[in-house]
């Protein structure tokens, strides 16, 4: 285990930042934490970078607990980088950036140059050594941040929303080079995005913190199919959330009562239980007249509004209760529907994700 | 006005000609207040980055203090110097009251404050993040400062010219504590303030235009270098 983190909890005046949080990170894993905006990952981040020290609760980094001497933390500081949101580069060339932490480490001057080409070359910036840093654009920054801090060959690399500042066009590009670099440099990765595709696309596990509390972690498919709290569900994409009460479980199918509307979801909770059903706009299916399906759950109901983008269509129905589909356009189209347009909507009892209250 | 301009006219001969009492005197006030700017910067800069790259208790309240030193008045450090070094104050065994040593001294102890001020400025001016990057890089403390400080080269340059400005042109404390002796501690501004009341304005004004010039080619100089090497930043 490379990086235990144990009841960390970080505090700015009276405001909790960071509650209570518990992370094991293994010698070359990548591991994503993904959240919204202001949940607190570049502060965890940031304790996890011995940059700031933790309100209370512990970091074991190596097996050993981090030390509160500013040597012994230096020591440690070391075999760890950090790529910031928005990096800044020193008002110096490419070269002399790109060279810093080996410097600071005392690195001898022959190999110096031979990891710094290296370095550059990675991120595809060779021949720009002698440009000076601050006239680069954003991505090229981004990449100069990268070199910088692969050139020393952490044991930890921590990349703190690293395509957040990034043009879309970018974005893939970046993308690319730090799956790349994950694969050459063997390292352990803890990266945070607000973006939970990113996250999927990269991790070999992800961390869901919001408000300042992690939430789940677990690999990236399953947070996606079994959120475990309602916020999780929501930030997911789960975009129908409706509050129940089982009403009665037959061998593990149970009846959900949301406001007199019964629901059937796979589960093994007693009636009674206070829940959450969760149906993913996807698993909804659109059809004009009733058929006989194996779906355990089929409601008519009158569409009040479409929204199309790319490919999709959003489709909002009144069943009663408010349900959103994600179908194709070309469906939407076939089938002719607009607003006011009655249809029968169908999803599976396994197509329910259930959370208890 | 015609007696203006002779002054003017014998001014320029007087520098021209290379006096050779002149040309002592500007070499001497040179060299006093280069020694003084170069002392002040060795304690004022380590002082800048103690303040700046630590926190503690009082730390506004002693800016605030830097601060109203800029002003103090040269006669009151004159004074304070003079008391230190003369025959019975603390230092007054060293005898040095009345040499150039004794005005690199006070002119260290009047400029420190508003350079080691200027310079927590110039260290405050350059942004957080690059404190993070050093620090995240692997720097330890002096080699975070050494960074933080290489930012801030040019405005940290500004202020040691500044403390350079002050110390060149001042009057009060050179003839305190240096006595205007001809020779040995005459400077540039103690020559100007004697010549003036004796009424020899022309050479006054010569002194002048000495002292206009070399604090002009001083501050000119690296402007002239930072100035170079944003125009090539920006190609």
Redesign the interface.
């Known amino acids: 285990m490379l990086l235990e983190v144990n009841e960390l909890c970080q505090r700015f005046g009276n405001s909790d930042i960071l509650k209570d949080i518990n992370l094991e990170v293994e010698r070359g894993e990548t591991f994503v934490i993904v959240g919204p905006t202001g949940s607190g990952k570049t502060t965890l981040l940031r304790l996890i970078?011995l940059?700031d020290k933790p309100a209370s609760g512990t970091i074991r980094f190596g097996g050993r607990e981090v030390p509160d001497s500013?040597r012994a933390r230096?020591e440690l500081?070391?075999r760890?980088?950090?790529v910031?949101q928005?990096?800044?580069?020193?008002?110096a060339t490419v070269y002399d950036n790109v060279a810093?932490?080996l410097r600071?480490?005392k690195e001898k001057r022959a190999s110096l140059r031979n990891k710094v080409a290296r370095a550059l070359e990675t991120v595809g910036l060779s021949g720009y050594e002698k440009r000076?840093a601050?006239?680069l654009s954003g991505g090229e920054t981004q990449r100069v941040a990268l070199a910088?801090?692969m050139v020393?060959e952490p044991e930890l690399l921590l990349l703190d929303e690293p395509t957040a500042n990034l043009d879309p066009v970018y974005i893939s590009n970046v993308e690319r080079l730090i799956s790349q670099i994950i694969r050459d440099l063997d390292t352990t990765v803890i990266m945070s995005t607000h973006d939970m595709f990113q996250g999927q696309r990269l991790a070999d596990r992800i961390g869901v913190i919001i408000s300042g509390e992690m939430l789940q972690t677990s690999d990236p498919r399953e947070i996606f199919s079994r959120p475990q709290s309602r916020s999780l569900a929501e930030f997911v994409g789960s975009e129908n959330i409706l509050r129940g009460v089982i009403a009665s479980n037959e061998d593990g199918i149970v009846t959900i009562d949301t406001d007199g509307i019964p629901l059937e979801a796979i589960s093994n909770l007693d009636p009674g239980s206070e829940v959450y059903a969760c149906i993913r706009p996807e698993e909804v299916i659109l059809a004009p007249a009733k058929d006989l399906t194996s779906a355990r759950n089929t409601f008519p109901g009158e569409v009040s509004h479409i929204v199309l983008f790319g490919p999709l269509a959003r489709v909002e129905i009144d069943c009663g209760f408010p349900l959103v589909a994600l179908i194709t356009k070309k469906s939407a189209e076939e089938m002719g529907l607009q607003t006011g347009s009655c249809i029968y909507a169908y999803f599976k009892a396994t197509g329910v994700h259930i959370i208890e209250r | 006005m015609s007696e203006l301009a002779d002054a003017f006219v014998t001014a320029l001969k007087l520098i021209f000609t290379g006096d050779p009492e002149v040309m002592a005197v500007a070499a001497r006030t040179l060299g006093i207040s280069c020694s003084a700017t170069f002392f002040a910067a060795l304690i004022s800069i380590p002082i800048a980055c103690l303040i700046h790259f630590n926190h503690f208790k009082g730390k506004g309240t002693l800016i605030s203090i830097l601060q109203t030193f800029y002003a103090i008045p040269t006669v009151l450090v004159g004074l304070l110097v003079f008391i230190i070094f003369s025959r019975a104050g603390p230092l007054g065994g060293l005898g040095i009251l009345f040499t150039p040593q004794v005005m690199v001294i006070g002119q260290v102890v009047l400029i420190s404050p508003l350079m080691t001020g200027l310079t927590v400025s110039a260290l405050s001016g350059v942004r957080p993040e690059i404190r993070d990057t050093a620090v995240s890089l692997g720097a330890g403390r002096l080699q975070m400062a050494r960074t933080v400080l290489v930012e801030a080269k040019y405005a940290t340059l500004t202020a040691v010219l500044i403390g350079f400005g002050r110390a060149i042109s001042e009057v009060g404390l050179a003839i305190m504590v240096g006595g205007n002796i001809r020779g040995f501690t005459r400077t540039l501004t103690t020559a100007m303030s004697l010549e003036t009341s004796m009424g020899n304005i022309e050479l006054s004004m010569a002194l002048g235009i000495i002292l206009l010039s070399l604090a002009l080619i001083v501050i000119i100089i690296p402007s002239w270098i930072q100035q170079r090497s944003s125009r090539v930043q920006q190609r």
């Not at chain 1, 928005?86 to 008002?91: H, S």
Request: glycine letters at 8%.
């Open positions: 970078g940059l500013a230096l500081r070391r760890i980088a950090i910031f928005r990096p800044a580069v020193f008002n810093y932490g600071v480490r000076d601050q006239t910088r801090a020393f």
